[in-house]
């Protein structure tokens, strides 16, 4: 299977309409992969919170749009990191957007544990309750964003719901870095799952971004990882070897709790 990340930055100077174009041709560059990535929040940044209401969209909206056609012209499963999805009846969600080869909307995924600490997104935007996975071809895919990497019992949740492997855009900031690492690492080792986690580069309302888009193999072994700047990072893996390795150390079937 490959897998592609468009690791890009979120410049202040562009517009969402702009930077919407761009990364749908970086999507149809990609025409071959079997899965393409996109970070979270792209069309704002992630810490851009002034922008998250007047920049919302409904959930079939204009980036909806794009990122659908952008899949079916390259005939790529694209989950299309995050936006700011307005809901008509309720608040703000940070909600993911996964599309079929096709262009047809296969899962959305509304955030569930939001960051800020009473400030920013944890009280900007409205909670998601459902776990999300859904069955590729060569795998079956667990859904999270960002700030759920550092609650393991979703995880949890989501391989229980046959998840094999696990996506994760994210526009994390650069001074915790070495936690986005280490908790990709963990996430695929207690799981033995393949990780595969979607960052931003550049500088987010002045919060410098971590960028390392990373992919983790269910041994934890870092099979690629990119740099701080804009990148494309592109890894080609075995679906299979989540199976090979719950088979070969079977520590889940000695789960307690």
């Known amino acids: 299977m490959r897998a592609s990340l468009i690791q890009i930055a979120v ?114 935007m409205g909670a998601g309750r459902e776990l999300v996975t859904l069955r590729l071809p060569e795998t079956t895919v667990g859904v999270a964003t960002c700030y759920d990497l550092r609650f393991p019992e979703l995880f949890r949740g989501l391989v229980d719901a046959g998840a094999e492997t696990l996506v994760i855009p994210a526009g994390w900031p650069e001074r915790r870095r070495a936690h986005w690492t280490l908790l990709a690492q963990a996430r695929a080792v207690e799981n033995q799952a393949f990780v595969l986690a979607c960052g931003t580069a550049g500088t987010h309302a002045g919060v410098p971004q971590a960028g390392h888009s990373i992919v983790v193999d269910p041994w934890g072994e870092v099979l690629a990882e990119a740099g701080a700047d804009e990148e494309i990072l592109t890894v080609e893996f075995d679906p299979a070897k989540v199976a090979t390795t719950r088979e070969q150390f079977p520590a889940l079937k000695d789960r307690v709790l």
């Open 11 to 124: 410049d202040e100077g562009e517009s969402v309409e702009s930077r919407r174009r761009r990364v749908a041709s970086l999507v149809r560059e990609q025409a071959g992969a079997d899965l393409v990535v996109l970070p979270e929040l792209w069309t704002t940044g992630a810490f851009a919170y002034e922008a998250f209401g007047t920049e919302a969209e409904p959930l079939e909206g204009p980036t909806y749009e794009a990122m659908a056609k952008a899949a079916s012209d390259a005939g790529v499963w694209l989950h299309a990191g995050s936006i700011p999805e307005r809901d008509p009846e309720g608040p703000l969600y940070n909600t993911s957007l996964v599309f079929s080869p096709s262009g047809d909307l296969a899962a959305a995924y509304r955030k569930i544990h939001r960051f800020g600490f009473d400030k920013g997104e944890a009280v900007l």
